[in-house]
């Protein structure tokens, strides 16, 4: 083996695209994805077995420093295990770059059967976990929860403190308040969490039914309140369940029903009616369901089957809608709603919860919607409604039913609603597909053709439960799409196993993350945000510290490793051959040849961000390869006059190519006279936030494209 290691370093030694770091060696193409390292996340002792690398077990920090995982095994400092037999265990990376883990499992009760009836689970974190909620039968650590009975908890992940949520302040809690697992909602940093209980578990509640709650980090308060701010004597629900979405992340905003009616409630204020008729029509609403809400919670959608809004723009097409309801200073009398869909075409079949609404923009004004004809659609504030997969026309796929990000499902969207990744299936064909669409370029991709993708990683089978409330991280809101492959998607990538994979949307690359030739399948689990941290399982072994063939779990992540753990096993590369090619790219996106013409200028930022550029370029052809130097690590922007802006994000200094593309007017124009001629305006934008900018003139050239 170390024979093997010498001669691998030594051929990556000569190849100027491979990259040697000190805890795993990873190839990167030229003018593909950041240089990464792999991290063994998992540690040594692992109690002589597998972690557990099934559904939706592994759940990443937001910002990447921490992973949870489970196991069967009871090691290190774990109390023991939880929900038939589980123990969740949370890893931290330390300021030293070394990751240590430890149990948070609590303690359970000795006579507890740990079965679904009364188990313990860790059920969902807060976003950077430190708190987690956990489900369990009357835990003895404390003495204020029901006795006898489940009971919610909220644990410090560090310290492993553990504070009741299920706390009544009025009538004792009955055997069936708690006695199947479900969210209702929670704050990003688990302070606040939504509870329905059957029990008055406040004085003020209404008697004999359900009442919506929120527990506040420690207070307890009744969310059902009507918009006078009474108690309805029907009570209150929060719907749907199992979902982190109908609370916004600040715990400030909840959702909840009453009456078949859909209620936004206000910390500090009155509740909304958000199903409000604001047309001629002043009936309640009818078959309201919630479908999403943006993470401030002033903006809320649903569905429902009645017209909320008439007159010529209204809703005038019978079925299901989707609406838009906005906050305001006075929801009585202002106008609230805006009708998204307008043919009544809106998924409301199985009726529910992420039928219609696939995902929006985090300020609620850019909205991917799932019409039951099949089609996905979206629509822009100002704009309007257009279909963007109009699906009977891509060889018959259909789009499954997407849910929306908060919950296990296929489809995400990107802060700013550029981006939606999604999985497609064909009709009577198993394999999953990736696609990746490009708002701004109307541009599909599929990311993972001609192979399946997955989001979930299936190398163990123990029959995990998914976890409430959550799903990978796998699009990053720069464009970024990771995914698993069991296809070679790229030439490195030999093995014929599930594999790692990274595509950037404005670069349109595709790199292999694992290493592509090992027997041993690898699979994504879960990703940081930013996508710098990039979370799989795998059996193979990766850092010289990992000396068994149980399943692990690693962190591939951005940056130059510390001088800790020298690597065993990395993908080799050659040059452009990590690189892929990905069917969905236009045919009149090919690249033309590429000359230089004058001096190279630089751009500010010795010490920063820093560029140097040629002072002009000629195409031939509508397209080209830029090359750029860059001074440091950091994301560099381009746009012009007929220029398709976009944008790469690099994780060192070094030489990027950019894919300059003309848009569809300048495309025309250089067809009619046979040269266009543009400035490529630069800015790169460094980690310690100096900033550099570059200039170039750019000639595209209608001559025949030569050296293709």
């Not at 109390?79 to 969740?88: C, D, E, F, H, M």
């Not at 009708?339 to 039928?355: K, R």
């Not at 822009?380 to 296990?408: N, W």
Request: proline residues 5%; charged residues 20%.
């Amino acid at each position: 083996m170390l024979r093997g290691e010498t001669a691998f370093r030594l051929r990556c030694l000569a190849v100027a695209s491979c990259v040697v770091v000190a805890c795993g060696v990873l190839g990167v193409s030229a003018g593909a994805a950041e240089v990464r390292h792999y991290e063994r996340v998992s540690p040594a002792d692992k109690g002589s077995g597998d972690i557990i690398g099934e559904g939706l077990a592994i759940v990443a920090a937001k910002s990447g420093d921490g992973a949870t995982f489970e196991s069967r095994l009871v090691f290190g400092d774990a109390l023991g295990s939880g929900n038939v037999g589980r123990t969740t265990y949370l890893a931290r990376r330390g300021a030293d770059g070394q990751w240590s883990t430890h149990g948070i499992t609590p303690r359970s009760r000795p006579d507890a059967i740990q079965v679904l009836t009364s188990g313990t689970k860790v059920e969902v974190f807060s976003d950077d976990l430190s708190r987690a909620l956990v489900w369990a039968y009357d835990l003895p650590a404390l003495t204020d929860d029901a006795p006898d009975l489940n009971n919610f908890y909220i644990e410090d992940t560090a310290t492993g403190a553990l504070r009741t949520i299920s706390h009544s302040q009025a009538d004792p809690l009955t055997l069936i308040d708690f006695f199947n697992r479900t969210l209702w909602g929670a704050s990003a940093d688990l302070k606040h969490v939504g509870v329905v209980s059957a029990t008055r578990m406040l004085s003020e509640a209404a008697p004999g039914v359900e009442n919506a709650y929120k527990w506040d980090d420690g207070a307890l308060s009744l969310v059902g309140l009507l918009p006078d701010d009474t108690v309805p004597s029907g009570g209150s629900t929060i719907a749907p369940v199992d979902t982190r979405a109908t609370m916004s992340a600040d715990g400030s905003r909840s959702i909840f029903l009453s009456g078949g009616q859909l209620y936004l409630h206000v910390d500090g204020g009155r509740s909304m009616l958000v199903s409000q008729p604001e047309g001629s029509d002043t009936n309640p609403a009818s078959n309201v369901h919630f479908e999403g809400m943006t993470p401030d919670g002033k903006t809320v959608f649903f569905v429902t089957d009645s017209p909320l809004l008439t007159g010529p723009d209204g809703d005038n097409a019978s079925g299901p809608d989707l609406y838009r309801f906005t906050e305001t200073a006075d929801p009585a009398g202002d106008s609230n709603l805006t009708l998204i869909t307008t043919s009544g075409g809106a998924l409301n079949d199985p009726p529910g919860y992420g039928a219609a609404l696939v995902g929006m923009s985090d300020d609620g004004r850019r909205v991917y919607v799932h019409d039951s004809g099949g089609r996905l659609d979206v629509w822009e504030e100002g704009s309007g409604i257009r279909t963007v997969d109009p699906t009977v026309t891509r060889g018959g796929e259909l789009p499954k039913h997407l849910s929306l990000t908060a919950t296990p499902g296929n489809a995400r969207v990107s802060a700013d609603g550029e981006w939606l990744a999604y999985i497609t299936q064909r009709p009577f064909d198993p394999i999953d597909r990736m696609y990746l669409y490009s708002l701004r370029d109307d541009r599909f991709t599929c990311v993972s053709c001609p192979s399946d993708a997955s989001l979930i990683p299936t190398l163990t089978n123990s029959g995990r439960l998914d976890y409430d409330g959550f799903r990978p991280r796998f699009l990053s809101n720069d464009g970024t799409v990771f995914f698993s492959a069991t296809a070679d998607l790229v030439p490195q990538d030999s093995n014929g196993v599930a594999d790692v994979y990274e595509y950037d949307g404005p670069s349109r690359t595709l790199t292999l993350l694992t290493s592509g030739k090992s027997r041993q399948p690898s699979m994504f689990a879960d990703a940081s945000a930013s996508g710098d941290d990039v979370f799989f399982v795998t059996r193979q072994q990766l850092v010289a510290s990992d000396t068994d063939d149980y399943v692990d779990l690693y962190d591939v992540r951005v940056g130059a490793a510390p001088p800790s753990q020298p690597s065993l096993v990395a993908p080799p590369c050659d040059g452009d051959a990590c690189q892929g090619t990905l069917s969905g790219a236009p045919a009149d996106d090919s690249l033309g040849s590429l000359s230089f013409e004058g001096d190279e200028t630089s751009g500010p930022g010795a010490r920063g961000a820093g560029l140097t550029v040629r002072r002009s370029v000629a195409f031939q052809g509508a397209a080209g390869l830029l090359g750029v130097k860059l001074k440091s690590a950091g994301r560099l922007r381009w746009s012009g006059r007929g220029l398709i802006a976009d944008s790469v994000k690099r994780g060192s200094a070094g030489r990027v190519r950019l894919h300059l593309r003309l848009n569809h007017r300048a495309r025309a124009g250089l067809r009619r006279s046979g040269r266009y001629v543009t400035t490529v305006h630069l800015r790169m934008f460094a980690p310690d936030g100096t900033k550099a900018t570059g200039a170039v003139r750019v000639i595209f050239s209608a001559a025949a494209r030569k050296g293709r």
